[in-house]
């Protein structure tokens, strides 16, 4: 091992001053190399496919911004907007609550915890077509779910075949699917508070409630908002129930926008209009993640 | 990094076209919406005739064909030799260059093909592609159900068809006697079922103009026969919300007296050996024209292959050689349109079971005499689409008039696009 020639006393006071370590070449070169192959995946994945929508919303025969006109004047369009922000609206506050009390309930000392906490994961693992056929089978008017409340004394319901239901059917089949996912990530958070602050709250004679909103909570917000920006990006994007079981339907009930966007670009082959209406829901999800950032702050 | 890059690149610019080559030997891709194995028997022929030459058959189901190839030639991807278009859809899918004109061939369709099936693979005086089968609906019914209801059989005779009035009350009189469901299509949902019932109520294609651009959904026929339609559902005659694949067992199961179905489902009805069933033309309704649908799948060959002298030999032998076009056929279950191989499977068809005797005539009646076709438009694939949806929307309890206007401008904003 050679002895390092210690430079001179001015590029040594630099360093000092920012605050740097030594080795400034070298760390700089180890990050680059290390985040490279992500940057690039994000950059041909990603960021070059995205322009490449946005020149092709563009590039409409009938002129720049036909596309987008087509796109704004069809009821079907309108109707996707409508459906996908009800859905929005409740299928996130229903799977986040959920997925934090399944993570509560799951930390607790339970025996076969371990067991629970797989088998409500499972669904996570399948592909969204299988749950989405299963669950279909289990809507059938004559299937499993009718017989059920049949046996229960219970009406008779239309499910997927009703437009009051077919919704939030899906909300159901896409919240059975995903809860378990994120309420791992949920588990991981609550692991992560010290257990003195929780000690300290019991000696102090907080119950489990107060514990849990003034504790608990408060320390959970890192992983609850990461998890509130995920699942909602995840549920705009909902595609394979849709085209699956309801076709979009009855009446445009269940005609999210991801199912439009593809109806647009693979059946009416119209890829400009498909692709204004791609930009057009990336800048609904960036409206809607912003929100979500200024109302759920990561650090206090 | 470069491996990543090789992989990004290969990515973007879309897969690696295979397609034999070295040493002489050509592999052709057939896409096509029937399942694995369907056409092994035609195209181990083919490769016997043909040495040089293989084929590999690749299967999407039905309902998502269109949309595979629109995402694969969409992007000019050079790996489908040859694939089955839905007959309807040519015009569509000629206008947006998916179809390699086959006009040289047009001498030996004429030849080998019935008039009818060359009319449904020609748009804009071009032969787009070659045929394989046509189709006709036929009302399948349980002996059994009916016997216990006391309903007497319904006759052969195309002149005696039961009009959808009796039916009804048949199936409802079925249902009394112990059938769980009195009747049912096929394929609910889909314009394919649901034409002939406008056209014999009165209406109109649901598509006007000079180039058949122009939507027209709300005349008094669609009204009638879509009220009809969406009654069947109300009355608890046919069964709601259960998928297409799923209906062809439940009559094979003894659940349904009357069944609107097409040919290829009698090798289901046959798997039951309880079940005893009939058959009889589709019914009309009173005072209207008898309509029965028709045309089904053909072949067509890509004009971004590299293979196309070899695809096309491939698909001429499916469609215009006797013994292709025979392997082609499945049996019974497919009605060839190549003429040689159509009698062939008359003769077929009669002898396939005691309650098959004199179907041939019957379909034959229908073809020639009944059959009505899809409009013939560049926005087909658009119309039906919407009106598809349409339909199920009615099916499921919407108001038929404010879906039939809903439809309508609906259609008029998506079809908007192609000018008139």
Same mark, same amino acid.
């Given at each position: 091992?050679?002895?390092?020639?210690?430079?001179?006393?001015?590029?040594?006071?630099?360093?000092?001053?920012?605050?740097?370590?030594?080795?400034?070449?070298?760390?700089?070169?180890?990050?680059?190399?290390?985040?490279?192959?992500?940057?690039?995946?994000?950059?041909?994945?990603?960021?070059?496919?995205?322009?490449?929508?946005?020149?092709?919303?563009?590039?409409?025969?009938?002129?720049?911004?036909? *596309?987008?006109?087509?796109?704004?004047?069809?009821?079907?369009?309108?109707?996707?907007?409508? #459906?996908?922000?009800?859905?929005?609206?409740?299928?996130?506050?229903?799977?986040?609550?959920?997925?934090?009390?399944?993570?509560?309930?799951?930390?607790?000392?339970?025996?076969?915890?371990?067991?629970?906490?797989?088998?409500?994961?499972?669904?996570?693992?399948?592909?969204?077509?299988?749950?989405?056929?299963?669950?279909?089978?289990?809507?059938?008017?004559?299937?499993?779910?009718?017989?059920?409340?049949? *046996?229960?004394?219970?009406?008779? #319901?239309?499910?997927?075949?009703?437009?009051?239901?077919?919704?939030?059917?899906?909300?159901?089949?896409?919240?059975?699917?995903?809860?378990?996912?994120?309420?791992?990530?949920?588990? *991981?958070?609550?692991?992560?508070?010290?257990?003195?602050?929780?000690?300290?709250?019991?000696?102090?004679?907080?119950?489990?409630?107060?514990?849990?909103?003034?504790?608990?909570?408060?320390?959970?917000?890192?992983?609850?908002?990461?998890?509130?920006?995920?699942?909602?990006?995840?549920?705009?994007?909902?595609?394979?129930?849709?085209?699956?079981?309801? *076709?979009?339907?009855?009446?445009?009930?269940?005609?999210?926008?991801?199912?439009?966007?593809?109806?647009?670009?693979?059946?009416?082959?119209?890829?400009?209009?498909?692709?204004?209406?791609?930009?057009?829901?990336?800048?609904?999800?960036?409206?809607?993640?912003?929100?979500?950032?200024?109302?759920?702050?990561?650090?206090? | 990094?470069?491996?990543?890059?090789?992989?990004?690149?290969?990515?973007?610019?879309?897969?690696?076209?295979?397609?034999?080559?070295?040493?002489?030997?050509?592999?052709?891709?057939?896409?096509?919406?029937?399942?694995?194995?369907?056409?092994?028997?035609?195209?181990?022929?083919?490769?016997?005739?043909?040495?040089?030459?293989?084929?590999?058959?690749?299967?999407?189901?039905?309902?998502?064909?269109?949309?595979?190839?629109?995402?694969?030639?969409?992007?000019?991807?050079?790996?489908?030799?040859?694939?089955?278009?839905?007959?309807?859809?040519?015009?569509?899918?000629?206008?947006?260059?998916?179809?390699?004109?086959?006009?040289?061939?047009?001498?030996?369709?004429?030849?080998?093909?019935?008039?009818?099936?060359?009319?449904?693979?020609?748009?804009?005086?071009?032969?787009?592609?070659?045929?394989?089968?046509?189709?006709?609906?036929?009302?399948?019914?349980?002996?059994?159900?009916?016997?216990?209801?006391?309903?007497?059989?319904?006759?052969?005779?195309?002149?005696?068809?039961?009009?959808?009035?009796?039916?009804?009350?048949?199936?409802?009189?079925?249902?009394?006697?112990?059938?769980?469901?009195?009747?049912?299509?096929?394929?609910?949902?889909?314009?394919?079922?649901?034409?002939?019932?406008?056209?014999?109520?009165?209406?109109?294609?649901?598509?006007?103009?000079?180039?058949?651009?122009?939507?027209?959904?709300?005349?008094?026929?669609?009204?009638?026969?879509?009220?009809?339609?969406?009654?069947?559902?109300?009355?608890?005659?046919?069964?709601?919300?259960?998928?297409?694949?799923?209906?062809?067992?439940?009559?094979?199961?003894?659940?349904?007296?009357?069944?609107?179905?097409?040919?290829?489902?009698?090798?289901?009805?046959?798997?039951?050996?309880?079940?005893?069933?009939?058959?009889?033309?589709?019914?009309?309704?009173?005072?209207?024209?008898?309509?029965?649908?028709?045309?089904?799948?053909?072949?067509?060959?890509?004009?971004?292959?590299?293979?196309?002298?070899?695809?096309?030999?491939?698909?001429?032998?499916?469609?215009?050689?006797?013994?292709?076009?025979?392997?082609?056929?499945?049996?019974?279950?497919?009605?060839?349109?190549?003429?040689?191989?159509?009698?062939?499977?008359?003769?077929?068809?009669?002898?396939?079971?005691?309650?098959?005797?004199?179907?041939?005539?019957?379909?034959?009646?229908?073809?020639?005499?009944?059959?009505?076709?899809?409009?013939?438009?560049?926005?087909?694939?658009?119309?039906?689409?919407?009106?598809?949806?349409?339909?199920?929307?009615?099916?499921?309890?919407?108001?038929?008039?404010?879906?039939?206007?809903?439809?309508?401008?609906?259609?008029?904003?998506?079809?908007?696009?192609?000018?008139?």
């Amino acid at each position: 091992m050679t002895t390092s020639i210690k430079p001179a006393a001015k590029p040594s006071a630099a360093p000092a001053r920012r605050g740097r370590p030594a080795k400034i070449g070298g760390t700089r070169l180890a990050v680059l190399l290390m985040l490279g192959p992500a940057l690039v995946a994000i950059l041909f994945f990603r960021l070059v496919p995205a322009f490449e929508a946005i020149r092709t919303s563009l590039s409409d025969p009938q002129g720049p911004f036909a *596309a987008y006109d087509r796109v704004f004047a069809d009821p079907a369009f309108q109707a996707s907007v409508r #459906q996908t922000l009800l859905f929005t609206v409740l299928v996130n506050p229903f799977q986040i609550m959920l997925a934090l009390a399944l993570a509560v309930l799951l930390t607790q000392r339970l025996p076969l915890v371990g067991l629970w906490r797989t088998l409500i994961f499972l669904p996570a693992a399948l592909p969204q077509v299988v749950s989405a056929i299963i669950w279909g089978v289990l809507f059938r008017p004559d299937g499993p779910l009718n017989a059920v409340l049949n *046996a229960l004394g219970l009406p008779h #319901q239309p499910f997927l075949t009703s437009k009051f239901q077919a919704l939030p059917g899906i909300i159901i089949l896409v919240s059975w699917v995903g809860v378990g996912y994120w309420m791992m990530f949920l588990i *991981a958070g609550l692991k992560d508070i010290p257990g003195d602050t929780l000690e300290a709250a019991k000696i102090d004679g907080a119950g489990p409630l107060r514990t849990f909103f003034q504790v608990t909570l408060p320390q959970l917000k890192r992983p609850l908002l990461f998890v509130l920006v995920a699942d909602t990006i995840a549920n705009f994007l909902v595609f394979a129930p849709v085209e699956t079981l309801t *076709a979009g339907g009855p009446d445009r009930s269940t005609n999210l926008i991801m199912y439009d966007i593809y109806e647009r670009a693979y059946v009416a082959g119209d890829l400009p209009a498909a692709s204004a209406e791609t930009f057009i829901l990336l800048c609904i999800i960036l409206a809607v993640v912003s929100i979500q950032f200024k109302l759920l702050p990561s650090e206090d | 990094m470069p491996l990543l890059i090789g992989l990004t690149t290969t990515a973007c610019f879309g897969p690696i076209p295979h397609g034999g080559g070295s040493g002489g030997g050509v592999t052709l891709q057939f896409v096509g919406a029937q399942p694995d194995g369907y056409f092994d028997k035609a195209i181990a022929a083919f490769e016997k005739a043909n040495p040089g030459i293989k084929v590999k058959y690749v299967s999407n189901p039905a309902s998502q064909l269109s949309q595979v190839l629109q995402a694969r030639l969409g992007g000019k991807d050079s790996s489908i030799d040859a694939f089955t278009a839905d007959e309807p859809k040519i015009p569509s899918m000629a206008d947006r260059g998916f179809l390699l004109p086959l006009d040289d061939l047009k001498d030996e369709a004429g030849k080998q093909v019935s008039a009818e099936a060359v009319r449904a693979t020609t748009f804009d005086n071009k032969l787009y592609a070659l045929p394989l089968w046509t189709s006709t609906a036929l009302l399948y019914y349980n002996k059994d159900l009916l016997k216990k209801a006391g309903i007497a059989d319904p006759a052969k005779a195309t002149d005696q068809r039961l009009s959808w009035e009796q039916l009804t009350a048949d199936a409802k009189k079925a249902q009394a006697g112990g059938a769980q469901y009195g009747f049912a299509f096929e394929q609910p949902g889909r314009y394919y079922q649901l034409e002939p019932l406008i056209r014999s109520a009165g209406g109109g294609t649901g598509l006007s103009g000079a180039k058949n651009l122009t939507p027209a959904i709300q005349d008094r026929g669609w009204k009638k026969a879509l009220t009809f339609y969406q009654g069947l559902f109300k009355k608890g005659i046919t069964p709601k919300g259960i998928q297409y694949t799923q209906l062809p067992s439940l009559f094979a199961n003894g659940k349904i007296a009357y069944f609107l179905a097409n040919t290829p489902s009698i090798a289901i009805f046959q798997k039951n050996p309880k079940l005893k069933f009939g058959v009889a033309p589709s019914p009309t309704f009173a005072g209207g024209k008898p309509a029965t649908p028709t045309d089904s799948w053909a072949l067509a060959v890509s004009p971004y292959s590299r293979h196309q002298a070899e695809a096309r030999k491939f698909i001429s032998f499916l469609s215009l050689n006797e013994a292709g076009a025979a392997l082609s056929g499945q049996d019974i279950a497919r009605i060839p349109a190549n003429k040689h191989a159509y009698a062939a499977w008359s003769q077929l068809i009669d002898a396939a079971g005691p309650e098959l005797a004199g179907t041939s005539k019957l379909i034959a009646d229908e073809l020639s005499r009944t059959a009505v076709k899809r409009p013939s438009s560049i926005g087909y694939t658009d119309f039906e689409s919407v009106v598809n949806k349409m339909i199920d929307n009615i099916g499921n309890g919407g108001d038929v008039n404010g879906s039939l206007t809903d439809g309508q401008s609906q259609l008029v904003n998506t079809l908007g696009r192609f000018g008139t």
